[in-house]
């Protein structure tokens, strides 16, 4: 008697689910936006999702590709989806997506028309590939550079040794977000970037408004600029961003739109349906 094979998506092994394993809900999600298998290509052996689901484990904790609890499936074939799905821009593409379907979910249009700019050194590790020295908050490693909608959601980032001036850094991820989102008009900046105003105006017809620092003594919460420190937060509640533990700057790049991808899925599974 013949019997179909049942294919990798619907045919999982039972197990008992991980804090950073996506619900149900969460897949239905992310799965329309995934590769389609081709008709007349190799059955896959493993279910898109629990690759996903381990991806995101290594997320959260931080952990080695090798130090996937084996109930997973085997670590080097994660690792490889997960390199194939970088180097294709597949995560920058969910991430978007998702944060499009975030924002009209929150009453807002999908395409920000103002954002954030700011940037965040991190330390690497012996892991290797570029680096640098930020003398001025004194780190060894890397520097992300982001810039955000006014509610902190990541538009465009971008990775590079650290010791890059923030000016120079900030050209390359505003040039990065108006291609990704040409409605974009004004963007808020520290000072640190009062050099790139012009430009911005000229080249990529963006006005920056410099935020000034409070003359008042003490700690106080910068108007507007308050929303892309707080994406800087979320990203330290991965533990794999808590430093730079990438050979490459587009490793570093991918992780932080994982990141927004398990951020957006988790609010937008709590109103679907």
Request: glycine residues 6%; contains cysteine.
């Amino acid at each position: 008697m013949f019997v179909r094979k049942k294919s990798a998506d619907t045919a999982q092994k039972p197990r008992k689910p991980y804090p950073s394993d996506l619900s149900d809900v969460e897949w239905l999600l992310i799965e329309p936006l995934m590769p389609v298998t081709r008709p007349r290509g190799q059955e896959r052996i493993h279910a898109y999702r629990e690759i996903v689901n381990a991806i995101l484990y290594v997320l959260k904790t931080g952990c080695g590709w090798e130090y996937l609890p084996h109930d997973f499936p085997p670590w080097s074939t994660v690792a490889e989806y997960y390199r194939q799905w970088r180097d294709s821009g597949l995560w920058k593409r969910i991430a978007d997506a998702l944060r499009e379907a975030d924002r009209e979910d929150a009453g807002r249009d999908g395409e920000p028309t103002a954002g954030l700019l700011d940037s965040q050194s991190v330390k690497t590790t012996e892991r290797g590939g570029n680096r640098g020295y930020d003398a001025g908050k004194k780190v060894s490693g890397r520097k992300r550079h982001i810039l955000t909608d006014t509610d902190g959601r990541v538009l465009a980032r971008v990775v590079h040794e650290a010791d890059v001036q923030d000016p120079a850094g900030a050209k390359e991820v505003l040039r990065q977000a108006k291609a990704a989102c040409p409605q974009l008009a004004l963007i808020w900046a520290d000072q640190i970037y009062r050099s790139v105003v012009s430009w911005a105006q000229e080249t990529l017809d963006l006005v920056v408004e410099i935020v000034e620092k409070s003359p008042l003594p003490g700690f106080h919460i910068s108007p507007r600029r308050w929303a892309v420190e707080r994406t800087f937060a979320w990203f330290g509640k991965n533990r794999r961003l808590s430093k730079d533990y990438e050979y490459l700057e587009e490793s570093s790049e991918a992780w932080i739109d994982l990141s927004m991808i398990r951020l957006f899925v988790r609010r937008l599974a709590r109103t679907a349906f």
